[in-house]
Every structure is written in structure tokens, then in C-alpha cells.
């Protein structure tokens, strides 16, 4: 089968209780979504993955779970206040509002020079002469680009004003200050020397100004961060690690290969702090003729060098003898015993967003099949580890007390080694199709034969093959066969 398109996994996770509008009851809000039953144990599985991957198979990051507001002095020196903006256009037309960096340059000229002169000429002078067109109306009298800070701003205490700056703070737009303003803490009660890192996963938001395409792209979101602390010689060796390493991650979440590819960003493209960036990219939008436009991120690897650290530390004067930060209590420095220096670490960050890491591995999972009926099947062939639920106890006829009874005391043993529920709200066809449909790697069936021999079948998700065993050994066969 074609690969499914983002719309497909929206029917699938809203009919199955993956992901929901949020308030929904009150006609919603743009781009707030509710995890469902099952979203929530998929998000807390890759969640699970991702820091037994980095904090406990690893012997060198530190775990954290920083504020979700902090000083507004913290968001002022890592830049955020200054710079954390996208460029606004709005069309004068149809009032519709668009980021200016999103625009597409329309064609011009079959000229290759041309066009790539075109291209590369600033988006200013091109709105300013209406060479572009609304995405919406098509009309070319676009305002010109203005700075639209993505922080949502909000008040502490008992402020009498949200205009009272000595109140104002902000909803943390990334999780990473959080960690690097908590660098000395970790640092001494930890005892670490470099390199070593610390991660965190934790809420985060943008006033996003164009959300959309389901969960790709919220205002609320969680994120997966971890900073990495080393010698700045030691920097480009181990951001080639981290690549390599998140692609591992990635296919052993059960995201193929094919789907993935890296993209290096260009010195044009660098956040101000960013030495180097290589995005993860994945096919989130494959039924786009170009292929180019069929990927797009998935997660971020950056060398940030040593910006952050410098930036929050109490320094009365930098290299040019201007006075930096004395706001800050700490200095960020490193000292290295060993050598009796004291520098700042560079740090390579890799930042993975749970949302698009779900997406992506429901696209990935998504499959159909069909049955003898020439019936057609969704199957989710999700990894079992990322699996909601586990296995499926079903009993064929729930009428029967005994089948009944042994099938949720079968049940009860299972748990809590496996996530197993007990089902018997439809015909054992609809119950199989149901927990394929959710991605449940088995299903054990209780029968009239079963109230003889003490055996059950236990069916395979993805062939559909069948297996008799005996209830003493069904524990630990389904262990090795989820292993």
C-alpha cells in the first residue's frame, strides 16, 4: 500500500482514542489536542524509551526537570526576548496573516540564473516591488515583514497590570536554559567531569503563528532535550555520534530507514549561537508530487558551542572590556583539575519533540491487509515496547460464565509484567480487528476446548497466525515473543 498521509492517521488516532481535539465541546481551539487513552501510553513508552536509552544504558547524563517559568532575567541573556521572533506579513486584501520566511518564491523565469538570483534576493525587496503572492487570495499588497515575538507572555504575583513589567514572565519556550542555568548544580552534586550531559523532556510553547497538520505543529508541546557538555576540540566528534546515534534510535523505534534523511543546515539558515545543525528530517507529508517538500523535521542536532554558558554567567567584562551579564550570581565556567584551566564547555544538543516522534511512528506503523473475506484491515505494527496495550484476552463466547471466568483470571496473571486487557464487547472477528487496529501485539483467545486442555490461542498481530499454549507457560512465552 501508498504510504498514509497525515489525514489517515488523524481518523485512525481519533476514532481509536489516540489523540482528540482539546475542548472540543466548546468548538475547540487551533492546533490543542487532547492524548487519549491510548496516546498517552504511546507518548509515555517513547518518553520511556528515549531516557533509558540516553540516562540509564549511558553512564554519563544526569537527569533534570526544571521550571516551566523562571526568571525573566533567563530569557533576556539566552536572546530569546531579542531575538525569538518569525516575520509577519499580513495581506491588505484578505487580511490574512502569514509568516514571511514560509512564502514561496513564485516562478519567474525557465532561466536557472534567473530564478536562483530571484531567490536569493531578500524577501524585503520582493514584497516591497509585490513579487509575491498571498498564499490565499493571490493578491500581491502584502504589508511589509515585522517581528512577531513565538513567547507567550504571562504575570507572577498579584500584579495589578499584564502591562507591569515588574510582573511580566514567560511560559518557557524550549527546555534547554532550564538545564544550562543549572549546569553548576548538576555539575557539583553529581560529581561529573567532562564530557558528560544532562537531560530533560518537559512542556514547552510557542505562539506559533501558522499551527497546523494535526500534532506536527502545536503552540503546546512536549520536548526531549539533552545537552551535551565537552571540550570544544572534543565538539565535532561527538556531534557526529549524536547523529548517528538518533538515526539508531529512530529505527528502533520501528521508523524505517527510507523515511529518514539528514539535512544540513546552511550558515544562512544557523541560529546565531549554532556553530553547526543537522536536522533529522521525516516523510510527513508523502502524498506531495515534489519529493523535497514530502520531508520535513523530525528533531534538531546543534553544536551550540559555548553561547549559553557564557551568556548566564556573572562576568563584569568580556574580551572587549564591555560589561556582560551582572545580573547573574554564577560563573558557568568549568574548571578542569587536571589541567588547571578554566574554560566554558561547548555543548552539542540534540532536541526531539514527542508529538512528531508519535506521528511519525503511526505513519510508519500504519498498514492494511487483507482477509479471506477480501475485507480490508488497518494493522498498526508498532515495536511492542511503544505498544499501548500489550495483549488482548478475549473469550469466544462471553455468555458462558467458565470462559468468562478463566479468561479474566488469565487477566489478572498477566498483569502487571504486560499491559493486558479483557474484552468481550463484539463477535471474535470485530475484537481481533480492533486490536489490530490499535496496534496490540497479541491476542489470546479463551475457548470451550480451553475449559479441557487448560490451553489457549494466542493469535499474531501482524501474520495473524495462531498458536495453542498451555496456561502455565502462556506468561513467560508471551515475555520472550514481546521481547
Known sequence: MSAPNIETIVSLAK????????????GGLGSSWDYGSLGVELANNIKQSWWRWLVHERDD???????????RLVWKYSGHEATFSDPLVDCRKCQSRFRADKLEHPKISDNVETQKAFEQTPIEELIAIKEFPCPNCGSTDLTAPRPFNL????????????EDETALAYLRPETAQGIFIKFANVLNTSRRKLPFGIAQIGKAFRNEVTPGNFIFR?????????????????????FEEFIDGFQKWFHSLGISAENLKLYEQSKEE??????????????????????????DELMGIANRKDFDLKAHSKKPEDAEGKRINSDSTEDLSYFDEATKQRFYPYVIEPAVGVNRTLLAILMDAYS??????????????LKPELAPIKVAVLPLAKNKPEIVAMAKDLKRKLL????????????IGKLYARQDEIGTPFCVTVDHESLEDNAVTVRDRDTWEQERVNVSELKDYLQKRLS
Not at 61 to 71: F, K, V, Y
Not at 416 to 427: I, K, L, S
Open 15 to 26: 476514532r481509536r482514542g489516540f489523540v482528540f481535539p482539546a475542548s472540543d465541546i466548546y
Open 416 to 427: 502487571p509484567a504486560m499491559r493486558t486487557v479483557y474484552d468481550d464487547t463484539g463477535g
Open 151 to 162: 513567547m507567550f507572555r504571562t504575570t507572577v504575583g498579584a500584579a495589578s497590570s499584564d
Open 61 to 71: 547524563i544526569e537527569g533534570l526537570d526544571s521550571s516551566i517559568i523562571q526568571n
Open 270 to 295: 544557523l541560529a546565531h549561537y549554532a556553530e553547526r545543525t543537522v536536522d533529522i528530517l521525516y516523510r510527513f507529508f508523502p502524498e506531495r508530487e515534489d519529493e523535497e517538500k514530502q520531508f
Open 368 to 381: 492494511e491487509k487483507t482477509n479471506d473475506k477480501g475485507e480490508t484491515r488497518v494493522i498498526l505494527k
Open 218 to 238: 502545536t503552540r503546546e508541546f512536549e520536548q526531549m532535550e539533552m545537552e551535551y557538555f565537552c571540550r570544544p576540540e572534543d565538539a565535532p566528534r561527538i
